[in-house]
Structures are given as C-alpha cells and as structure tokens.
C-alpha cells in the first residue's frame, strides 16, 4: 500500500469538483440512483412480495398471534467495474495557457467518465430483452405518437402504469423521455387539448407530470459521437421508460429498497489523482468503481418507437 500511495496522490479539490459535477442533459441517475457499497462484490438482497398480501390478523380471545410464515429472501451477485480516463498537460501548456488547464482536464475527464454511465443506464433501460412482454410495447403505424390524428399518448402511459402496479403494486414515479420523443409530446394534438388553458402553446413537463401522474419526469438529452467524425447520435432514442424508483435524499439511499434499477459504487473510489511524468508533463486521472444494475424490471416498462 505505501508504494501505491507513493504513486497515487489524490487531488482533494479536483475530487471534491467530480462529486459536485452536474450535467443536467443525464439522465442515468433518475433510473438508476447511486448507492454506495464497500466492497468490488458480493451479493444483494432480492425481496419478494411480502408486503402486498392479505394477511389474518384477526386474534380470538387468548388464540396464538397470526404468524407470517415468510418467503425466502433471493440474492444477486454483483461484481463492481473499474473505469478510469487521465488528461495530460505538458508544463509548456501550462505555462502558456489562458485558462485554468488543471481544472479543464478536470472536466474532460469527468465528462467522460459520467458520459459513458449514462450510455451504460440507457443502454440497459432501452434493451427490450430486459422486459417482460407484459411490460413493454413497441409502437407502430398509427399508434405512434407523430401521428397526431389517431395515436393516444395518454392512454399508453395509462396502460403502462396499469402494467406496472399489478407487478409491484404501485404506480410508475419516474419517466426519462428521449429528447426525439419529448420534441413529438409537447405538439401532440391531444396532450394540448388537455391543459387547463385556453392559451395556444406547447405542452410542458409541468404538464405532462399531470397528465401521465409521473412526478419525475427527465428528457434524455445527452448525445454522444459514435466513432470521431461521425454526426452526434442521441443516447435516448425515441423510446420512454417509465419505472418505479425510490425517492430519498442521496444520503438515505440503501440497496435494501426495492427499485427498478440502481449504479452500484464502491464508497470512496470517485477520485480524481494526480502524477508528473518525466517531470514535464502532469497526468490528471479520475477513477470510478461502479456497477448499473437493473434490479426490478417489473417495475420498469419501456415504450418504444414512439416517431414514424
């Protein structure tokens, strides 16, 4: 460990800039919350559904108490993934530049890091394999929401919310809409009949929360470049997910609750370190431990091909 420590030093303000890192175009962590764990692996807890059945619970006079006879607990192994990125900056550069390079290494790095965990999240949410044919559905022809004449928005998340809650017992709380999808929603012929307005405009996310009694709801806005040169793509397709999660306060948060989904996080990996390399060039490197893991699907549904 002294050696590692040795060639390892952690920069305190450059990590405490990584944790304080928002991009408000992510959408991951609506779906798949950070929980920290303190090891790389082992096991998590799957519950069953306990909670949702009927019990007796009427006592006679002196009669034994009713005794749950309970289920058995499942269990998941996780296995925690290690990511890193690392920027240098030759002391020419740093001498030479107009803005602060260390901390715009800072942000590259960061970027990068949050932006592959986004693909990861969306890639997990979006995979129609992860879904139960109960809680999926893929539009098509007329019921596609660009066609504004004969497609019914409404009463598709109506259906989905009906699908989650005989599953889980409650209703769906979040949705990340892709942006593509989200640029159909708000001129949708009938969600703007809805509002309580006589004011021609577009539909809001206020809106939709009302309409489709989601109170979370985010546009998946962040795009990434395929291969370098290649146009931007969108992360979030023309699909919306929709998925009950816990909510708490970050610090709160425990993997004991059932949800849809969670990113796993090895407590205190997030850091961001720096080293000299030939004594010219400064090396600022950030590292990441985590795992998404899709723990409740039966609690998701995933509509998707929402654009002709």
Not at 8 to 26: C, H, K
Not at 31 to 60: C, H, M, Q, S, W
Not at 155 to 161: L, N, R
Request: charged residues 30%.
């Amino acid at each position: 460990m002294g050696r590692l420590s040795n060639l390892r030093q952690q920069d305190p303000v450059l990590t405490e800039l990584a944790y304080g890192y928002d991009n408000a175009e992510m959408a991951c962590e609506a779906l798949f919350p950070v929980v920290n764990v303190d090891k790389e692996g082992g096991k998590i807890p799957l519950f069953g559904k306990e909670k949702f059945r009927i019990y007796e619970t009427l006592r006679a006079l002196r009669a034994k108490s009713n005794r749950i006879q309970p289920s058995d607990i499942g269990d998941l192994d996780i296995i925690l993934d290690e990511h890193d990125l690392e920027y240098p900056i030759d002391y020419r550069e740093d001498e030479e530049a107009s803005f602060p390079l260390r901390a715009h290494a800072n942000d590259v790095v960061t970027e990068g890091i949050q932006l592959r965990r986004e693909k990861y999240c969306a890639d997990l949410a979006q995979n129609a394999a992860n879904y139960a044919a109960s809680n999926k559905i893929t539009l098509s022809g007329t019921s596609q929401f660009t066609d504004g004449t004969n497609s019914d928005p409404e009463g598709v998340v109506s259906d989905a919310h009906d699908a989650i809650r005989k599953k889980i017992g409650k209703k769906a709380n979040t949705m990340v809409i892709g942006e593509s999808s989200w640029r159909v929603l708000k001129r949708h012929p009938q969600l703007r009949g809805l509002l309580s307005t006589n004011t021609k405009r577009l539909v809001r996310i206020e809106d939709l929360k009302d309409i489709f009694e989601v109170q979370n709801i985010v546009i998946g806005l962040s795009m990434f470049e395929p291969e370098i040169g290649d146009q931007m793509a969108d992360i979030w397709s023309d699909n919306i997910v929709m998925a009950y999660v816990p909510t708490a306060d970050k610090s709160m948060r425990t993997m004991y609750k059932p949800s849809y989904g969670y990113t796993l996080r090895k407590k205190g990996s997030l850091i961001v370190d720096a080293r000299t390399e030939d004594g010219k060039v400064e090396i600022i490197r950030q590292t990441d431990i985590y795992r998404p893991y899709l723990l409740g699907a039966e609690g998701g549904y995933l509509i998707s091909n929402t654009n002709g």
